[in-house]
């Protein structure tokens, strides 16, 4: 994600398809990243680790990204949603 920066992270696909698209509107170029927090590490699984008590809503968090020069930008679209 060169000369990108991080905007927001939120935890559910709704929300970021909103925040995109509101992106989208006012002509920011927007690029997004899934992470899956229950895969474990390079060397943890989470057969070892366990799930007990995890919410399986909240597997996922979306990482929504912009161009270092629309970062203000973006951050005044974000507040108005």
Same mark, same amino acid.
């Given at each position: ?20 698209? %509101? ?9 997004? @990243?899934?992470?899956? $927090?229950? !895969? ?15 919410? %399986? ?9 912009? @161009?270092?020069?629309? $970062?203000? !930008? ?8």
């Amino acid at each position: 994600m060169l000369f990108k920066t991080e905007l927001t992270e939120v935890s559910t696909m709704e929300e970021m398809d909103k925040i995109v698209k %509101a992106l989208s509107a006012k002509g920011i170029d927007a690029t997004t @990243k899934t992470v899956d $927090l229950m !895969s474990g590490g390079l060397l943890e699984n989470r057969r070892s680790s366990g799930t007990f008590g995890m919410n %399986a809503e909240a597997r996922f968090v979306y990482k929504i990204y912009v @161009k270092r020069a629309e $970062l203000e !930008s973006a951050k005044s679209v974000l507040a108005t949603i």
